[in-house]
């Protein structure tokens, strides 16, 4: 198999793997920009308080639940 | 032209799997370093600049340096958050 060829299986595989990485890291930027702005209210210290830790903690993880939700609102 | 074409492959240069991933992968490291950049940027501009004067006063320059690091941090526990959930 010509081994610079587009469309061979090693090549598709390796580029979906990257696709859900990207995925994965966008989520991340956008989930900790989003919750920053919820969670970090006032000047940034030099350690998060552990409400402010915890706020954020929270924050992506009710952010995933609300996810499931509207997934399931929208398959009824 | 005639010159570019060889006998033995007259085609265009192969790149292997390996080359192409590898090129993509500095590639995509380059954007997210660009976009990290441009948030904190943003973040740290919206948290604390809020009255700017005619230069970056002590105080405006110390909330900058804990506000890279707290950003830093965030991103951490935000990425934890998601893949140790309950």
Do not use: H
Not at chain 1, 18 to 30: P, T
Not at chain 2, 12 to 41: C, G, H, N, W
């Amino acid at each position: 198999m010509d081994p610079s060829s587009m469309n061979s299986p090693e090549l598709q595989n390796l580029l979906a793997q990257e696709k859900q990485k990207a995925m994965i890291s966008e989520m991340i930027s956008k989930l900790t920009s989003a919750c920053w702005d919820k969670c970090i209210t006032g000047s940034p210290g030099s350690k998060f308080s552990s409400s402010e830790a915890n706020c954020l903690t929270n924050c992506a993880q009710r952010y995933m639940d609300m996810s499931l939700i509207i997934m399931k609102r929208l398959q009824q | 032209m005639d010159s570019f074409s060889s006998p033995s492959s007259g085609s265009s240069p192969k790149f292997s799997t390996d080359d192409i991933m590898s090129q993509l992968r500095t590639q995509l490291e380059q954007a997210y370093a660009e976009e990290f950049l441009e948030t904190v940027r943003g973040k740290c501009f919206d948290k604390c600049i809020t009255k700017p004067g005619s230069s970056l006063s002590g105080s405006e320059s110390s909330c900058i340096s804990r506000c890279v690091d707290r950003y830093i941090e965030a991103t951490g526990i935000i990425g934890k958050a998601l893949f140790n959930q309950r």
